[in-house]
């Protein structure tokens, strides 16, 4: 899991399917954030969920967040070839802080 | 609207050499972020400027490793004496001077190989 800590740290589907990422974190936080990463490539925002919000839609992605258990999960609907990526979960810790503390992240493979 | 610049994206050095890698922020942001990863891992925080100013460094090797972000120019992370176990990924990222989304803009990273 990331540091928060993601699972599963891989995943292979087949185009069309939904693909289900989740995320646990040890720290209270102000945010958790989704970022994606191609391979060999720099990191790239996907969405951002607040601590007083449970659930955020954005396109096809939709995260959830559990304060209580401290968990959140990433599920992208009705996937695409390029959607193979690795993505992370990142939270934000402390007032006024940017700092994102990453995972390890879950390598997402998609077969068309 | 040019996003994160990074440069250079790949570089290679001799154990010993010194690496320097340079970050331009996005136009109007003021914080810049440098993160490492090494291979098959998440992102590790190494440091936090603002110009002029280092404001968190808390992730960042005591020893031959530093960062500035001067009032002219770009962002540096330099590295002295590089060692075989500084080959990573460096990324930069920033954020615009206000609280915001607290979302953060990467650049594509440099790539750092050590022989």
């Known amino acids: 899991s990331q540091q928060g800590e993601e699972d599963p740290q891989a995943l292979s589907i087949q185009e069309g399917e939904n693909a289900t990422m989740n995320c646990s974190y040890k720290?209270?936080?102000?945010?958790l954030q989704w970022y994606r990463q191609n391979s060999g490539r720099g990191l790239v925002h996907l969405i951002l969920i607040r601590s007083n919000e449970r659930e955020k839609h954005s396109g096809r992605l939709r995260v959830t967040l559990d304060t209580s258990k401290k968990s959140s999960s990433l599920l992208i609907t009705a996937s695409r070839a390029a959607d193979t990526a690795s993505y992370f979960c990142?939270?934000?810790?402390?007032?006024?802080?940017?700092?994102?503390?990453f995972g390890k992240g879950t390598k997402l493979s998609v077969i068309p | 609207n040019a996003g994160v610049m990074q440069n250079p994206r790949h570089l290679v050095r001799r154990r010993g050499q010194e690496a320097r890698l340079r970050c331009s922020p996005m136009k109007g942001h003021s914080h810049v972020y440098w993160y490492r990863q090494l291979p098959e891992e998440g992102l590790k925080f190494m440091v936090y400027?603002?110009?002029?100013?280092?404001?968190?460094e808390s992730g960042m090797p005591k020893e031959r490793f530093s960062a500035e972000f001067p009032k002219e120019g770009p962002s540096i992370l330099r590295i002295q004496q590089v060692v075989r176990g500084d080959s990573a990924a460096y990324f930069c990222a920033s954020s615009p001077p206000v609280a915001g989304t607290g979302e953060l803009f990467f650049g594509e990273g440099s790539r750092l190989t050590v022989l």
């Open positions: 400027l603002q110009k002029e100013n280092i404001i968190d």
């Open positions: 990142a939270h934000q810790s402390g007032a006024g802080s940017y700092q994102l503390t």
């Open positions: 720290t209270s936080i102000n945010n």
